[in-house]
């Protein structure tokens, strides 16, 4: 088993800063591939960005790339979110995923499904 506790969360002003973390235990964080997926109101949840399990390859999504910086420091079993230049589009919950896998292929990396843990999310408000 896995747990996963996001914090970081909270209320921003638009071209802000937030950096949201992910603490894991339970079992070995640093064979893990990890990710990113957010939930907007009224829509599903979609994926973010993704991390190995050495930090050697990121994935975003098209919308948050050249803003946000997904990262992990397998010391201290915790992966990072820093999302930069931030806008009302970017409020969701933003959940945290560790796949039982080091590294997901190109057709994965973007699916719920290829993520066997999760954790509880955090709320991420931009106001205009």
């Known amino acids: 088993q896995v747990q996963l506790v996001e914090s970081g969360g909270g209320l921003v002003q638009a071209g802000g800063s937030l950096r949201l973390s992910c603490a894991a235990s339970?079992?070995?964080?640093?064979?893990?591939?990890m990710g990113w997926f957010r939930q907007a109101p009224g829509k599903e949840r979609e994926f973010v960005a993704y991390?190995?399990?050495?930090?050697?390859?990121?994935y975003y999504t098209d919308s948050v790339k050249g803003r946000f910086i997904i990262s992990r420091d397998n010391v201290k079993n915790t992966v990072y979110l820093q999302m930069n230049t931030l806008s009302p589009e970017d409020t969701a919950v933003y959940y945290c995923?560790?796949?039982?896998?080091?590294?997901?292929?190109?057709?994965?990396?973007?699916?719920?499904?290829?993520?066997?843990?999760w954790g509880q999310g955090t709320q991420v408000t931009v106001s205009s």
């Open positions: 339970g079992r070995s964080f640093g064979s893990s591939a």
């Open positions: 991390i190995s399990w050495n930090g050697a390859t990121t």
């Open positions: 995923a560790a796949s039982a896998r080091p590294f997901l292929a190109s057709n994965l990396y973007s699916r719920e499904g290829a993520y066997e843990y």
